[in-house]
């Protein structure tokens, strides 16, 4: 290869090259709206960091609807529709947010908004067997 080709290959390679890197874009992966990976990108602080422990993994763990039901001792929160097979503590309990602890009561997060405790057994399962 003489030095001119030598040349005209080297400034053919410069110009693909800087081409290549003019229309080089950052992909940001898109999330439909609703879907829980969005949630986690988008979420916002409700101001309590138990509540918002509880929003997470419920969302981590896959739970595709969540509720919060008052009962006579404060809210109720869980997951309503959780991911077939899903045998996590997220996915199959329920959670209590209150000021005045029920004696069943076992402690899983307390912040400036009251106590969280959790319940064995799911949202599902409590509203079911709940008096009408």
């Known amino acids: 290869m003489s030095i001119f080709q030598k040349f005209l290959f080297g400034c053919a390679l410069i110009s693909l090259t800087a081409c290549a890197a003019k229309h080089l874009e950052a992909v940001t992966p898109q999330y439909a709206t609703g879907s829980r990976e969005a949630l986690l990108i988008d979420y916002q602080s409700s101001g309590s960091p138990c509540l918002d422990a509880l929003i997470v993994n419920l969302s981590n763990v896959g739970c595709n609807e969540a509720a919060a039901v008052e009962v006579s001792a404060g809210r109720m929160v869980g997951c309503l529709n959780p991911s077939p097979g899903a045998?996590?503590?997220?996915?199959?309990?329920?959670?209590?947010?209150?000021?005045?602890?029920?004696?069943?009561?076992?402690?899983?997060?307390?912040?400036?908004?009251?106590?969280?405790?959790?319940?064995?057994?799911?949202?599902?399962?409590?509203?079911?067997?709940?008096?009408?």
């Open 87 to 132: 045998t996590d503590l997220y996915s199959n309990s329920s959670f209590l947010h209150t000021l005045n602890p029920p004696q069943d009561f076992m402690p899983w997060c307390g912040d400036h908004t009251g106590i969280w405790g959790i319940y064995e057994g799911s949202l599902q399962d409590f509203l079911q067997s709940r008096p009408q």
